[in-house]
């Protein structure tokens, strides 16, 4: 009688795991949207939120069939406030995973805090060179680019198109380096000058006397946020473009900014990864919903967060965030179809992506565009990713 009832015991608490099991896989993922929303890069971080929310309405607002908690905090493009917000997502709201994370500075300030946490990180654009190399972390993933990849695929390319001498301008904080500098590295003619200005700066007068001065066959500027309009449209008047050739990444002229540029972009050619045009899964709809939503195409920092998204619910589909072992694991296949086309993780969980060639062009409606020209190199890693001790 004894075994017989340890038996049917047994079979009782066999039939209710599966229930207790399904019940915790419906408990909401806590996710935190950490961006700026407002200051100098606040453009940027609201096409993120677009893109994040473009992807959740596609899922049913949920990540892997599972509901979502989503806490979303703006760091005002504060490096300070980053790092302070960061330790709210993770002390009060006890997130488990934060995305966003738009510029280099605040993800700097904030990716100590979460990942001492256990936090998982799963960045949609800013990609500093200092933790894709030594301070890579097996809980950051960065879905949209290391800072330096989209610089080294276009010095390529202006090596082979006979480009001899150039100058190299940037904002002067993370991320501009990086890019100007990977730029510069990888350049196999003259350089005459690097030049960084504030990020405050709007008149560039200055450095367009210098540029001038140096008489350049081309020129790198990195101008993002609340600059790039009037470094175009200083450039369209300087008449410098008449002479020298410019070049820089899809940032500095993308959807949201030619309205007020004008012709200033025409010609603009820019490095990339991704382009409204591309044919690859998913992209058509993708820029077919945002434009419907929004009256324009998305730039990148729509697609990366749409990117970030689909990636989490496909983890989210194989493992429980709270199991980070399996979770973590998940993330490394990038088991999505990312917009981009070609795209997986490197050993320091930054992406290894195709670089692509876009250039604004005037439309038979007399409105700006940028247009997809080419791939102008596949399969680019970043050059940090051998100093990561994480292997692959």
């Keep these: ?35 700026s929303m407002s200051g100098t890069f606040g453009v940027l971080g609201a096409e993120q939120k677009r893109g994040m929310d473009l992807a959740l309405e596609h899922l049913g607002n949920k990540l892997g069939g599972r509901p979502v908690k989503l806490i979303e905090v703006d760091d005002k493009s504060s490096p300070v406030e980053a790092a302070d917000l960061a330790n709210k997502l993770v002390e009060r709201e006890k997130v488990q995973v934060v995305t966003g994370l738009v510029v280099s500075n605040s993800m700097l300030a904030a990716i100590d805090p979460l990942l001492k946490n256990n936090v998982f990180v ?28 989209w610089g080294t695929g276009l010095a390529d390319y202006l090596n082979r198109t006979g480009v001899k001498r150039m100058m190299f301008l940037g904002m002067d904080y993370q991320a501009g380096w990086d890019h100007a500098k990977s730029v510069a590295r990888n350049f196999k003619g003259e350089n005459l000058g690097e030049i960084y200005t504030p990020l405050s700066q709007m008149d560039f007068s200055s450095v367009l006397t210098q540029v001038r001065a140096k008489k350049p066959d081309a020129i790198y ?25 410019l070049y820089s990444m899809g940032a500095i002229a993308d959807s949201m900014l030619l309205p007020a540029m004008g012709d200033a972009a025409l ?37 990366f967060q749409y990117d970030a998204i689909m990636l989490l619910d496909a983890a989210v589909k194989e493992a429980d965030p709270a199991d980070a072992d399996k979770f973590r694991a998940a993330l490394k296949k990038a088991n999505f179809k990312s917009l981009r086309g070609n795209f997986k993780f490197n050993n320091n969980n930054f992406p290894i992506q195709d670089i692509i060639l876009q250039r604004v062009e005037k439309t038979p409606d007399g409105k700006f565009d940028v247009k997809f020209v080419d791939i102008i190199k596949k399969d680019v890693e970043d050059p940090h990713h051998r100093s990561c001790p994480l292997k692959s």
Excluded at 6 to 31: C, I, K
Excluded at 131 to 138: D, F, I, N, S
Excluded at 272 to 286: A, D, I, L, V
């Design 122 to 149: 799963v960045g949609a654009n800013a990609g500093p060179s200092q933790l894709a190399g030594e301070k890579c972390h097996q809980n950051m993933f960065v879905v949209a680019f290391a800072n330096e990849q």
């Design 221 to 245: 500027a990195f101008y993002v946020g609340g600059a790039a309009v009037p470094f175009m449209k200083q450039w369209k008047q300087s008449g410098l473009g008449q002479s020298v050739k």
């Design 1 to 35: 009688m004894t075994s017989r009832l340890s038996l049917l015991a047994g079979l009782t608490l066999a039939a209710l795991l599966p229930l207790s099991a399904q019940a915790q896989s419906q408990d909401p993922v806590r996710l935190g949207f950490l961006s």
């Design 267 to 303: 010609d603009l050619e820019t490095a990339y990864s991704w382009n409204p045009e591309m044919k690859t899964p998913g992209n058509q709809r993708f820029v077919e919903d945002f434009r419907k939503k929004h009256g324009r195409n998305p730039t990148q920092f729509a697609m």
